[in-house]
Protein backbone atom coordinates (compact mmCIF):
# COMPACT_ATOMS: atom_id res chain seq x y z
CA UNK A 1 0.00 0.00 0.00
CA UNK A 2 1.36 3.39 -0.52
CA UNK A 3 0.85 6.33 1.43
CA UNK A 4 1.48 10.19 -0.02
CA UNK A 5 1.24 13.57 2.32
CA UNK A 6 1.06 16.75 0.66
CA UNK A 7 1.31 20.11 2.92
CA UNK A 8 0.00 23.49 2.27
CA UNK A 9 -2.95 25.72 3.46
CA UNK A 10 -6.24 24.29 4.62
CA UNK A 11 -8.34 25.86 1.81
CA UNK A 12 -5.85 24.54 -0.75
CA UNK A 13 -5.92 21.06 0.23
CA UNK A 14 -9.07 20.95 1.28
CA UNK A 15 -10.51 22.28 -2.64
CA UNK A 16 -8.06 18.74 -3.80
CA UNK A 17 -9.58 17.02 -1.25
CA UNK A 18 -13.21 17.90 -2.24
CA UNK A 19 -12.35 17.53 -5.79
CA UNK A 20 -11.27 13.78 -5.05
CA UNK A 21 -14.01 12.41 -3.02
CA UNK A 22 -13.63 8.99 -4.10
CA UNK A 23 -10.05 8.70 -3.29
CA UNK A 24 -9.26 7.46 0.22
CA UNK A 25 -7.92 10.86 1.82
CA UNK A 26 -7.66 12.60 4.58
CA UNK A 27 -7.46 16.10 5.98
CA UNK A 28 -5.83 17.52 9.01
CA UNK A 29 -4.22 20.97 10.41
CA UNK A 30 -2.30 22.26 12.69
CA UNK A 31 -1.15 25.93 13.85
CA UNK A 32 1.83 25.65 11.03
CA UNK A 33 0.75 23.73 8.21
CA UNK A 34 -2.03 21.39 6.83
CA UNK A 35 -1.98 18.10 5.47
CA UNK A 36 -3.44 15.80 3.39
CA UNK A 37 -3.24 11.98 3.52
CA UNK A 38 -4.03 9.79 0.35
CA UNK A 39 -3.54 6.01 1.00
CA UNK A 40 -4.03 3.79 -2.05
CA UNK A 41 -2.41 0.91 -4.79
CA UNK A 42 -2.00 3.62 -7.02
CA UNK A 43 0.38 6.51 -7.87
CA UNK A 44 -0.93 9.85 -5.95
CA UNK A 45 -2.90 12.15 -7.29
CA UNK A 46 -0.60 15.10 -5.37
CA UNK A 47 1.82 16.66 -8.17
CA UNK A 48 4.86 16.21 -5.36
CA UNK A 49 3.81 14.44 -1.98
CA UNK A 50 6.12 13.04 0.25
CA UNK A 51 6.38 8.84 -0.50
CA UNK A 52 5.48 6.10 1.98
CA UNK A 53 5.32 2.57 1.95
CA UNK A 54 2.83 1.25 4.72
CA UNK A 55 5.12 -1.33 6.40
CA UNK A 56 2.25 -1.86 9.33
CA UNK A 57 -1.48 -0.81 9.20
CA UNK A 58 -4.17 -1.02 11.26
CA UNK A 59 -7.81 0.78 10.63
CA UNK A 60 -9.05 2.93 8.73
CA UNK A 61 -7.83 6.44 8.69
CA UNK A 62 -10.69 8.99 8.48
CA UNK A 63 -11.56 12.95 8.14
CA UNK A 64 -12.73 12.81 11.53
CA UNK A 65 -10.69 13.66 15.04
CA UNK A 66 -6.70 14.00 15.98
CA UNK A 67 -4.20 13.09 14.13
CA UNK A 68 -0.11 12.63 15.55
CA UNK A 69 2.73 11.85 13.25
CA UNK A 70 6.40 10.72 14.80
CA UNK A 71 8.99 11.07 12.61
CA UNK A 72 11.98 9.11 13.48
CA UNK A 73 15.20 9.66 10.95
CA UNK A 74 17.05 5.90 10.38
CA UNK A 75 20.09 5.39 8.56
CA UNK A 76 20.59 3.16 5.90
CA UNK A 77 22.55 0.44 8.56
CA UNK A 78 19.50 1.03 11.15
CA UNK A 79 16.57 0.43 8.96
CA UNK A 80 16.22 -3.39 9.40
CA UNK A 81 16.99 -3.19 12.97
CA UNK A 82 14.27 -0.90 13.64
CA UNK A 83 12.16 -1.82 10.96
CA UNK A 84 12.11 -5.55 13.01
CA UNK A 85 12.09 -3.91 16.43
CA UNK A 86 8.78 -1.45 15.45
CA UNK A 87 6.50 -4.52 13.90
CA UNK A 88 7.00 -6.36 16.82
CA UNK A 89 5.05 -3.64 18.88
CA UNK A 90 2.37 -3.84 16.54
CA UNK A 91 -0.01 -5.99 19.63
CA UNK A 92 0.49 -2.60 21.69
CA UNK A 93 -2.37 -1.21 19.97
CA UNK A 94 -4.97 -3.48 20.75
CA UNK A 95 -8.42 -2.69 21.98
CA UNK A 96 -6.61 1.03 22.30
CA UNK A 97 -9.64 2.73 23.72
CA UNK A 98 -10.08 5.65 20.76
CA UNK A 99 -7.84 4.55 18.26
CA UNK A 100 -8.99 4.52 14.59
CA UNK A 101 -5.95 3.61 12.69
CA UNK A 102 -2.54 3.21 13.19
CA UNK A 103 0.40 3.02 10.65
CA UNK A 104 3.88 2.85 10.12
CA UNK A 105 5.59 4.42 6.66
CA UNK A 106 8.56 3.21 5.46
CA UNK A 107 10.20 6.17 3.55
CA UNK A 108 10.38 6.34 -0.59
CA UNK A 109 13.00 8.65 -0.84
CA UNK A 110 13.74 9.83 2.36
CA UNK A 111 15.60 8.70 5.73
CA UNK A 112 12.88 9.28 7.66
CA UNK A 113 9.77 6.83 8.80
CA UNK A 114 6.54 7.98 9.88
CA UNK A 115 4.67 6.47 13.14
CA UNK A 116 1.26 7.76 12.41
CA UNK A 117 -1.82 6.86 14.91
CA UNK A 118 -5.10 8.50 14.06
CA UNK A 119 -7.89 9.40 17.21
CA UNK A 120 -11.38 10.04 18.05
CA UNK A 121 -10.38 12.99 19.76
CA UNK A 122 -7.16 14.28 20.66
CA UNK A 123 -7.80 13.33 25.16
CA UNK A 124 -7.63 9.74 23.98
CA UNK A 125 -4.39 9.92 22.45
CA UNK A 126 -3.11 12.43 25.21
CA UNK A 127 -3.93 9.18 27.76
CA UNK A 128 -2.73 6.68 25.75
CA UNK A 129 0.98 9.06 25.63
CA UNK A 130 0.51 8.47 30.07
CA UNK A 131 -0.15 4.35 29.59
CA UNK A 132 2.59 1.72 29.52
CA UNK A 133 2.00 0.58 25.79
CA UNK A 134 3.39 4.12 24.68
CA UNK A 135 6.61 4.21 27.06
CA UNK A 136 7.51 0.41 25.30
CA UNK A 137 6.74 1.50 22.01
CA UNK A 138 8.97 5.25 22.65
CA UNK A 139 11.42 2.16 24.06
CA UNK A 140 11.53 0.94 20.63
CA UNK A 141 14.00 3.36 19.49
CA UNK A 142 16.35 3.08 22.64
CA UNK A 143 16.35 -0.45 21.97
CA UNK A 144 17.44 0.24 18.27
CA UNK A 145 19.60 2.61 19.97
CA UNK A 146 21.32 0.03 22.05
CA UNK A 147 20.95 -2.61 19.43
CA UNK A 148 23.91 -1.11 17.16
CA UNK A 149 25.81 1.63 17.02
CA UNK A 150 25.22 5.64 17.59
CA UNK A 151 24.96 5.83 14.10
CA UNK A 152 21.19 4.26 13.53
CA UNK A 153 19.87 7.57 13.43
CA UNK A 154 20.67 10.48 11.43
CA UNK A 155 18.42 12.75 13.90
CA UNK A 156 16.37 13.15 16.59
CA UNK A 157 12.82 11.59 16.75
CA UNK A 158 9.80 14.41 17.17
CA UNK A 159 6.20 14.59 16.81
CA UNK A 160 3.52 16.92 15.32
CA UNK A 161 -0.17 16.72 15.67
CA UNK A 162 -3.04 17.80 14.24
CA UNK A 163 -6.89 17.90 13.88
CA UNK A 164 -9.30 17.03 11.39
CA UNK A 165 -11.50 19.83 10.10
CA UNK A 166 -14.46 17.82 11.52
CA UNK A 167 -13.78 18.49 14.55
CA UNK A 168 -13.99 22.40 14.83
Not at 24 to 40: G, P, R
Not at 96 to 106: E, N, S, V
Request: proline share 4%; charged share 25%; net charge neutral.
Amino acid sequence: MNFYIAFGTVDFLNKLHVKNKNENMALFYNNETAILLHETTRKSIFAAPRKYEVLFGVGYIQDVGFAAFTYVPVTDEGKPLFEYNITQKNSLLKDTLGLLAFRILRPIKSDTYVIASFWLKESYYLDWTRSPAFEELEQVIEKTKAGISKTVFSGPAYTKTFHSLQED
